[in-house]
């Protein structure tokens, strides 16, 4: 069957048929407004349900839509529905139940996967075309050679790096990572080749110098330093890490001599006299070792002999050294093969005595 472009429906209002150009019934439906006969209509809807009358009230409704008039009346009534604050409603209420349905969802998640799968191959095949490729590159070599994609490529980096979660999860890799034995190695190497150079040493102090003297970091420090120092836990662990190294001789012995070097200790005024004594009787035998630069058993004499002999001079002052038994410092000494001598600074009055006592001892030990 054929339609023309002008066919209408059957005018009876029950068949839904298209009639010939030029008539307004189908034969035998022209009895509008009388009852039919239950044979007629029946043969009616036989007739309407058969699929090359289907097929063709279909096509002939196509060219009716399709109709410039048929069209922009269309559109009018559409937009006066869609005005319409109910039918937006009732359109959102029914698109909500539709969507909430669990078939709906179920296979809205599928055809999202399949999109997705569908163009993630579709984009490596375009991706590893060589022409696609060359360009890629060559656009990326532009966009990276200006300074403001740098500029801006730095600050969102510096944004991303500093959220918490980006932090956490960097922190955690890197750890896993730095875990690793061949990390570690490969890491140990390339760091003892760097420190090896002397340019970086200088570079790394000179850096460390300027942070180190700004105002705010010092502060910082300090006060950091101050919590630090004031736990509890913390004086205790001291106290006990302290107590354990002034009780290695040699610990002490270095810390010592280092306090005296930094006090810069010079002989005082009766030290001075004494040595005076020393090198008018024997030049070149005694040395001034009173600025700690010489230790026995912990204890510093004031002179020592430098010429093979284990002999030492001890000068003890009238004020700093009032109450102290001498013999008790020759003990200490002695435990250390030296023989000491002892001097108090009253005894300095009579010079011609001292001298004697000295060559005394300096002969006879």
């Known amino acids: 069957m054929i339609l023309h472009r002008r066919a209408k429906l059957c005018e009876c209002g029950i068949c ?52 410039p008039e048929v069209r922009e009346k269309t559109l009018r009534s ?13 359109r959102s209420r029914s698109a909500k139940i539709a969507q909430n349905r669990p078939e709906t969802k179920l296979k809205h998640t599928q055809n999202k996967l399949k999109t997705k799968v569908q163009r993630s ?23 990276w050679s200006k300074s403001e994609s740098k500029i801006k490529a730095s600050e969102i980096q510096k944004v991303a790096q500093n959220r918490p979660e980006v932090k956490a999860k960097s922190s955690l890799s890197a750890k896993i990572v730095c875990a690793k034995p061949e990390v570690k190695e490969k890491k140990s190497k390339s760091l003892k080749i760097t420190n090896a150079k002397l340019e970086v040493r200088e570079k790394r102090s000179r850096s460390q110098k300027i942070v180190q003297n700004k105002p705010e970091v010092r502060e910082k420090r300090s006060k950091s330093l101050k919590i630090a120092m004031n736990k509890p836990e913390t004086k205790i662990k001291k106290s006990v890490t302290q107590k354990k190294n002034w009780g290695d001789p040699e610990y002490k012995k270095n810390q010592l001599i280092a306090v005296g070097k930094g006090l810069g200790l010079r002989p005082n005024k009766p030290e ?13 035998e005694y040395k001034y070792t009173g600025d700690y630069s010489f230790l026995i058993g912990g204890k510093n004499p004031d002179f020592v002999n430098i010429n093979g002999q284990k002999k030492c001079i001890e000068l003890f002052g009238d004020y700093w050294h009032k109450g102290q038994n001498p013999e008790d410092r020759k003990k200490i000494f002695a435990e250390y093969g030296w023989d000491c001598l002892v001097i108090w600074e009253h005894e300095l009055e009579d010079v011609e005595q001292v001298k004697l006592r000295i060559q005394s001892f300096h002969i006879g030990g």
Not at 29 to 55: C, I, S, Y
Request: aromatic share 4%.
């Open 121 to 143: 191959q579709s984009a490596k095949i375009a991706m590893n075309r060589p022409e696609v490729k060359a360009k890629k590159a060559e656009s990326i070599k532009i966009y």
């Open 78 to 90: 559409l937009k006066t529905t869609n005005a319409k604050t109910e039918i937006k409603e009732k």
């Open 16 to 67: 839904g048929l298209y009639v010939k150009p030029g008539r307004r019934f189908i034969r035998g439906h022209a009895m509008k407004g009388k009852n039919h006969k239950k044979e007629t209509v029946q043969k009616m809807k036989e007739d309407r349900n058969k699929p090359e009358v289907r097929l063709a009230n279909s096509k002939a409704q196509k060219i009716a839509q399709n109709r």
């Open 272 to 284: 001075t006299i004494l040595d005076k004594l020393l090198i008018e009787l024997y030049p070149g």
